[in-house]
């Protein structure tokens, strides 16, 4: 209980001072870092996983139950703070400390990421409704360049949370709601094979599995966007 206290102080403090690249609103819920998981918890060969955007490491933890020594697994986060908090647990954390070895914290944006192996699985706890469109652009062509063939792609959104903002926004932001929608969507439509719904979490959150073939396209093309910014 003292561990999951601290871990909503410190995501409330990073979240207040940085909520343009923090987005959510609370760490995710274990049922929610389950499901974004369960695709990684099928495996039977060696992997390599990429997770972007852990925060205070909620859904890192349920990676970790799956890891096996000979898998790589990448983290990529922009936050200090939670790259901090990540180092720590990796160094003091008997969960974390099995894995450490084969682990990498990488302070930076997704977009800027190389590797010369595509990765099997990527685990997104990027809050993408919150970003302008470029950024979420850009940050899907990332992940169709980082996936191995036939690698997933698993993510979460809110649930309902672009029909209750237009609500309650001027029209600007509606606008931008529709066209981070509309991406989001091409890809769903194209390449989803699962996803799950998860009511047990703050907000209650649908996770989406997208499979990218060898010949995964760009589907950002034809959507308007603005200036982007970086995060991880």
Do not use: C
Request: charged letters at 25%.
């Amino acid at each position: 209980m003292r561990s999951l206290l601290n871990e909503y102080k410190m995501f409330f403090r990073e979240a207040r001072g940085s909520f343009g690249t923090v987005g959510a609103v609370a760490p995710s819920s274990r049922f929610l870092s389950r499901a974004i998981v369960s695709e990684l918890s099928t495996r039977s060969d060696r992997v390599r996983v990429l997770e972007v955007g852990p925060g205070t490491g909620a859904i890192t933890r349920e990676i970790v139950r799956y890891l096996r020594p000979q898998d790589q697994f990448d983290i990529v986060e922009l936050n200090a703070g939670f790259v901090a908090a990540l180092e720590n647990q990796f160094r003091h954390d008997e969960h974390f400390r099995r894995v450490a070895e084969n682990t990498r914290i990488l302070h930076m944006p997704v977009q800027d990421l190389e590797t010369d192996h595509g990765y099997d699985f990527v685990i997104s706890g990027l809050p993408l409704n919150s970003f302008p469109t470029e950024l979420v652009q850009t940050i899907f062509q990332s992940y169709v360049r980082l996936l191995a063939p036939g690698g997933v792609l698993s993510f979460f959104e809110y649930l309902w949370v672009r029909d209750v903002r237009r609500l309650f926004v001027r029209k600007r932001e509606r606008r931008r709601l529709v066209r981070v929608g509309s991406l989001i969507e091409r890809y769903v439509d194209r390449y989803e094979f699962r996803r799950n719904t998860v009511l047990i979490n703050f907000p209650p959150a649908l996770v989406h599995h997208l499979r990218l073939n060898g010949q995964a396209a760009d589907l950002t093309a034809g959507i308007p966007a603005h200036a982007a910014t970086s995060v991880s």
